[in-house]
């Protein structure tokens, strides 16, 4: 066995059986005008699974809510066009052996005044306020929550509808999911506020809802992160205990995968060997998607502010996988610079990856 053989192995979840351990990272594009997914976001994930992905995990993707979104270059998965579109999508990606889900995002209290594809739309959140706690708009009424989830719910039908293998709900980052995750945007006292294990209850619905909307074998992933993109240093969960009151309404909710996202993927939680993802695995004996720099030197903030980052060795993610800590890896930048990563790390060819340049995020093809 070969260092890199414990990436390339097998994967199950529920009927769905991946070829490697390889996931693609959920990567906004705002190439799909009016929201329409068209022929180059087909061709782009096709690439990816020739170059042997074995899960991609779509850009997000905009509910069927006004303020979901904040361009109108972002995909959506309602509406006539944008489904035909997906379905071409899926049908490329399957086409050539790849896997699919689409990456269900709203983007709750981050959207800002005027900003496309309704400007006159409001953000909405859990109790009206930024993610620094400044009160910007008035909560959401029961009836608007309930409207929500509701419209996480159509878009997980319309996914499967489409025919995607499973769907990723963007519940990280600080988004709408999060916002309800996070005491200081979450102040309510109805149903959905309360402490962290009653603060998941509108992902618990969500959960829920799209599990009636599609089929009980249908994977429904949850993408969740300790920091914000407003603040890298906010812990979500600051003890095990904690981690564990948050986890297990998930899981009793039907989440079939965490995907816990991470800058630095061999950064390590609560004075442990384990980084976010291992203590998820852990805690809610679920499977775990790992994430964060993998393959690279450079973080995403570093790129994000022009910082170079280069191609380097995978053995510790690997090492990982191999002791059963996490089950896969997601990789993102390194396959926006070169789509044929996976194949290329299998084949022992890395130094003929293309360099990941700032053309890499300009060009995004
Ligand atoms: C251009 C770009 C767009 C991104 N868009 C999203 C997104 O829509 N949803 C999401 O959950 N994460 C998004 N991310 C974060 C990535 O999924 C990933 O977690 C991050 O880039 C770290 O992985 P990496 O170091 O392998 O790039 C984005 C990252 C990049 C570089």
Not at 265 to 271: A, L, Q, S
């Amino acid at each position: 066995m070969s260092s890199i053989a414990p990436l390339f192995k097998s994967f199950r979840l529920h009927n769905l059986t991946l070829p490697n351990r390889v996931v693609m990272s959920p990567m906004t594009r705002s190439h799909s005008p009016g929201g329409v997914p068209g022929a180059n976001v087909a061709a782009y994930y096709r690439r990816r699974a020739e170059g042997g992905v074995g899960l991609i995990v779509t850009e997000g993707v905009a509910i069927n809510h006004p303020a979901a979104v904040s361009d109108d270059k972002i995909p959506q998965m309602f509406g006539d066009a944008a489904l035909a579109g997906w379905k071409r999508v899926a049908s490329e990606v399957h086409a050539v052996g790849g896997h699919i889900f689409p990456q269900l995002w709203h983007v709750g209290m981050m959207r800002k005044p005027g900003e496309l594809p309704n400007v006159d739309a409001p953000a909405v959140g859990p109790s009206g306020l930024a993610l620094n706690g400044k009160k910007i708009s008035e909560p959401l009424t029961e009836k608007d929550v309930e409207y929500l989830i509701g419209a996480y719910a159509e878009a997980a039908g319309n996914a499967m509808k489409a025919g995607f293998d499973g769907i990723e709900l963007h519940g990280a980052h600080g988004y709408l999911i999060d916002q309800f995750f996070w005491g200081q945007t979450n102040t309510r006292t109805d149903r959905f506020g309360g402490d962290i294990a009653a603060r998941t209850r509108f992902g618990v619905e969500i959960v829920q809802a799209c599990r009636r909307a599609t089929r009980p074998d249908f994977p429904i992933a949850l993408r969740w992160s300790q920091w914000k993109s407003t603040d890298y240093n906010a812990k979500l969960a600051t003890t095990p205990q904690e981690l564990e009151r948050f986890l297990k309404p998930l899981v009793d909710a039907g989440v079939d995968l965490f995907h816990c996202s991470q800058r630095r993927f061999w950064e390590t939680e609560f004075d442990s060997a384990l980084n976010i993802a291992g203590w998820t695995k852990k805690l809610s004996g679920k499977p775990v998607v790992t994430v964060g720099s993998v393959g690279l030197d450079g973080d995403l903030i570093g790129s994000l502010s022009g910082k170079p980052s280069h191609h380097v060795g995978i053995d510790k993610v690997v090492a990982m996988v191999e002791r059963g800590e996490v089950d896969l890896v997601a990789v993102g930048r390194a396959l926006l610079a070169d789509a044929a990563w996976p194949v290329k790390i299998r084949e022992g060819r890395a130094q003929d990856l293309t360099p990941l340049t700032q053309e890499s995020f300009v060009n995004l093809i």
